[in-house]
C-alpha cells in the first residue's frame, strides 16, 4: 500500500527474504518477485493472492468474507503506536485555521473514496461540525495520498487527511513539499494497514512467519529503515471495528458522505 517508486527496491528485497523463508518452510508455491503491473482492489480479490495489504476499511466493508488477516505492521513513523496508525490533517503553511472546525466551506482533497486514512478519518472527524450533511465548498478526489498533499501545498485544497506513515515516508523523500504544508491535527487511532492473503489458516500462519524472520533478519535493517518497518503483531478482522464504527458514528449524525 505505500507503493512509492523510490521504495519499490526495498520492497522487492523485503518479498524475496520473505520468499526464501517460506521456502526453508517447505512452502515452493511462493513467486519469487512482486507483481506490480495490477490495480491493488484486483489484487485483493484475486482467489490465488498469496500475501498482499489493503487498507482497513475495505478490509471490513468489502473483503471480511474472502480474505484472512496474516498480521498488522508496526511503522516507526509519526502518529504510529505499537500496530497502529492515524491520519494527520494537513492545510496550506498560510492557512490561519487553529482546528477542523475553522474550515467550514474550505475546500478538502481526499486521495479516494473507501479510504479510511483520507476519507473514512476525515468524515468521522468532521461530522460534529457539519450542517444538514454538508461541510466543505469542494471535495476533490486526487488518486493518492501524495496528489493530495501536493493540491494542498500548492494552495488549490485547504485540506486533506493524509495517512501518518505516507506523510512520514514523504517528509523523508520530498522534504521541500512537505515543508510547504502544516500539520493541524490528527485523527483517532486504528490498526495499521492489514497484511492478508485469500489462502487458508495454516498457510497464513506460514506467511506469518515468513515476514516475522524477513522483518528480523540484521542484513534487511536498511530496508527496514527504509520502509520504517519494525515488526508485524497478530491481529483479526475483529481489531479494524472501530473503522467501521466510525463510519456508523458519522451517519448517525447526518453526515454519511464526506461533503
Given at each position: 500500500?505505500?507503493?512509492?517508486?523510490?521504495?519499490?527496491?526495498?520492497?522487492?528485497?523485503?518479498?524475496?527474504?520473505?520468499?526464501?523463508?517460506?521456502?526453508?518452510?517447505?512452502?515452493?508455491?511462493?513467486?519469487?518477485?512482486?507483481?506490480?503491473?495490477?490495480?491493488?482492489?484486483?489484487?485483493?480479490?484475486?482467489?490465488?493472492?498469496?500475501?498482499?495489504?489493503?487498507?482497513?476499511?475495505?478490509?471490513?466493508?468489502?473483503?471480511?468474507?474472502?480474505?484472512?488477516?496474516?498480521?498488522?505492521?508496526?511503522?516507526?513513523?509519526?502518529?504510529?503506536?505499537?500496530?497502529?496508525?492515524?491520519?494527520?490533517?494537513?492545510?496550506?503553511?498560510?492557512?490561519?485555521?487553529?482546528?477542523?472546525?475553522?474550515?467550514?466551506?474550505?475546500?478538502?482533497?481526499?486521495?479516494?473514496?473507501?479510504?479510511?486514512?483520507?476519507?473514512?478519518?476525515?468524515?468521522?472527524?468532521?461530522?460534529?461540525?457539519?450542517?444538514?450533511?454538508?461541510?466543505f465548498a469542494e471535495v476533490?478526489?486526487?488518486?493518492s495520498h501524495l496528489a493530495?498533499?501536493?493540491?494542498?501545498?500548492?494552495?488549490?485544497?485547504?485540506?486533506?487527511?493524509?495517512?501518518?506513515?505516507?506523510?512520514?515516508?514523504?517528509?523523508?523523500?520530498?522534504?521541500?513539499?512537505?515543508?510547504?504544508?502544516?500539520?493541524?491535527?490528527?485523527?483517532?487511532?486504528?490498526?495499521?494497514?492489514?497484511?492478508?492473503?485469500?489462502?487458508?489458516?495454516?498457510?497464513?500462519?506460514?506467511?506469518?512467519?515468513?515476514?516475522?524472520?524477513?522483518?528480523?533478519?540484521?542484513?534487511?535493517?536498511?530496508?527496514r529503515e527504509t520502509l520504517?518497518?519494525?515488526?508485524?503483531?497478530?491481529?483479526?478482522?475483529?481489531?479494524?471495528?472501530?473503522?467501521?464504527?466510525?463510519?456508523?458514528?458519522?451517519?448517525?449524525?447526518?453526515?454519511?458522505?464526506?461533503?
Amino acid at each position: 500500500m505505500y507503493d512509492l517508486p523510490e521504495l519499490r527496491a526495498a520492497h522487492e528485497r523485503l518479498w524475496a527474504r520473505i520468499a526464501e523463508a517460506l521456502r526453508d518452510a517447505n512452502f515452493h508455491h511462493a513467486p519469487s518477485t512482486l507483481t506490480w503491473d495490477e490495480p491493488p482492489e484486483s489484487t485483493w480479490r484475486a482467489p490465488d493472492l498469496l500475501f498482499g495489504q489493503t487498507c482497513g476499511y475495505p478490509l471490513m466493508t468489502e473483503l471480511r468474507d474472502s480474505v484472512r488477516v496474516v498480521g498488522a505492521p508496526v511503522y516507526r513513523a509519526e502518529g504510529a503506536v505499537g500496530a497502529t496508525y492515524r491520519s494527520i490533517i494537513i492545510v496550506p503553511n498560510l492557512e490561519s485555521a487553529s482546528s477542523i472546525a475553522g474550515l467550514r466551506g474550505a475546500v478538502a482533497a481526499i486521495n479516494q473514496r473507501g479510504s479510511h486514512s483520507g476519507e473514512n478519518a476525515l468524515r468521522h472527524l468532521v461530522a460534529p461540525h457539519a450542517s444538514n450533511g454538508h461541510y466543505f465548498a469542494e471535495v476533490v478526489e486526487t488518486g493518492s495520498h501524495l496528489a493530495s498533499v501536493e493540491l494542498v501545498a500548492r494552495g488549490r485544497a485547504d485540506v486533506a487527511a493524509i495517512d501518518s506513515v505516507t506523510l512520514t515516508l514523504l517528509a523523508k523523500l520530498y522534504p521541500d513539499l512537505v515543508a510547504r504544508v502544516r500539520r493541524l491535527t490528527m485523527t483517532e487511532s486504528v490498526p495499521s494497514l492489514p497484511f492478508i492473503t485469500a489462502a487458508d489458516e495454516s498457510t497464513a500462519t506460514i506467511l506469518r512467519g515468513a515476514l516475522n524472520v524477513a522483518l528480523a533478519d540484521p542484513e534487511l535493517a536498511d530496508v527496514r529503515e527504509t520502509l520504517l518497518l519494525e515488526s508485524v503483531e497478530p491481529v483479526t478482522h475483529a481489531d479494524y471495528e472501530p473503522i467501521v464504527a466510525m463510519e456508523a458514528d458519522a451517519g448517525a449524525r447526518g453526515y454519511p458522505e464526506i461533503r
